[in-house]
């Protein structure tokens, strides 16, 4: 019998998450999601840092970069909009 016990990789983004019945909750930003999700959401005050630090990238980049810096940072609003 092989059991696999591998964890979902974004699970670590929430560094504070704690589980609840059936549900984990991140403490750092309330976020909840489904024990049994394969997927689960991003912390969103990472997202926010991730956020600022793009901002600040678009700023001082040339204009090589502009555009994927742009779809980078419409990327991370959508995820913050969820």
Known sequence: MN???KKPE????????TRCN?????GTCGTEWDVDDTD?????YKLEEKLKKLRE???YCDCTERFDIQ???????NKLNR
Do not use: D, F, G, W
């Not at 974004?10 to 998450?17: G, M, P």
């Not at 059936?22 to 991140?26: A, K």
């Open 10 to 17: 974004k699970s670590l983004t929430h560094c504070s998450a």
């Open 57 to 59: 990238n678009y700023r």
């Open 71 to 77: 779809q980078a940072i419409a990327e991370v609003q």
């Open 3 to 5: 059991i696999s016990l």
């Open 40 to 44: 689960p959401p991003e912390c969103k």
């Open 22 to 26: 059936e549900q984990m909750q991140c």
